[in-house]
């Protein structure tokens, strides 16, 4: 009998026969999987030490159909200088930080040819590179881990780098819902502690209509779902929102996203002098001017993108 039909033939039969099965499976791929892990072993460190970057990657027409689902935009308001490091942080996290991977990881919307003298790094969790091939297709997208370490390796060497770190991270998330617009920022000063650091500029960005994307179950501060979510965050480091988007075939349930508009705007550098060991007053100042320039950004901007005259940028 062939290989086909010993095959067919262990799938149909006892258990000991379909054991057979998941052996000859698994005596074809046991190649790969050695080469892979191989693989693996030499390259563990490359989230940590700035990736490999590949604009070819970044430049696949996938990346423009998906940021024309939506449509993003991408809008700068000043030239950056290549002689400069900088450290941007994305503003807010939504349910799934679609803008920050379309906008800073692909060329979807035009960012090579906006500036193509600047490397862009999108911070991610470290947990991000744990899927096998999954990570080289990060990787491949110019993303790091958002270790103290991966963010210091990249800003503290080549000029022309720019790390984008999605400041509010996990927490922000359960506040992500349509029309509001609420920021965790107040504790997070450990990427001021880092900008000082390694001298590298900061730079406020706003994506406008990252919130529409879902909806997402009530779950106000204090309330029981609220204070789960919370305990899990806690607990596994990544934040749980019960939400829902569209379908494919119906616009009212499903896990895609909806097709509302998104305009991320870059805003300009805020020069930072580079403090070896910085003070804490040094770095509730530099908080405190960075807090100040989102919060230009966004009330300079909200009416040019959707968002009523009246709406307030909550920050907690």
Known sequence: MSAR??????????????????????SCLWPILLAYSVWLYYDWDSPKRGAYRSTWFMRQRIHNWYANYFPVKLHKT?????????????????IISMAAFVNFAT??????EMFPHIEFHLCT?????????RREWG????????????????????????????VGGAEEALDAHPGH??????????FIRLALETGANLIPCYSFG????????????????????TTLKNVLGISPPIFHGRGVFNYNFGLLPFRKPINTVLGAPIKVTKVTNPTQEQIDELHKTYIM???ELFESNKTKYGVPAQAQLVLQ
């Open 181 to 190: 617009h609420i920021l965790t920022i107040y504790r997070r000063k450990g």
């Open 125 to 133: 969790l470290v947990g991000q590179f744990y899927t096998p091939f």
């Open 5 to 26: 039909g010993d095959i067919c033939s262990d799938l149909t039969q006892c258990p000991v026969h379909q054991n057979r099965f998941y052996f000859r499976i698994f």
């Open 78 to 94: 000043e030239e950056l200088n290549p002689n400069e490091n900088y450290l941007i942080g994305s503003h807010p996290h939504g």
């Open 139 to 166: 990787l491949l997208h110019g993303m790091i881990d958002c270790s103290r370490e991966s963010l210091t390796h990249v800003l503290s060497g080549k000029k022309g780098k720019a790390c984008v770190l999605v």
């Open 210 to 229: 990252e919130n529409d994307l879902f909806k997402q179950a009530d779950n106000p501060k204090g309330s029981t779902i609220r204070m789960i979510q």
């Open 107 to 112: 060329n979807g919307t035009g960012i090579l």
């Open 293 to 295: 320039k989102l919060q």
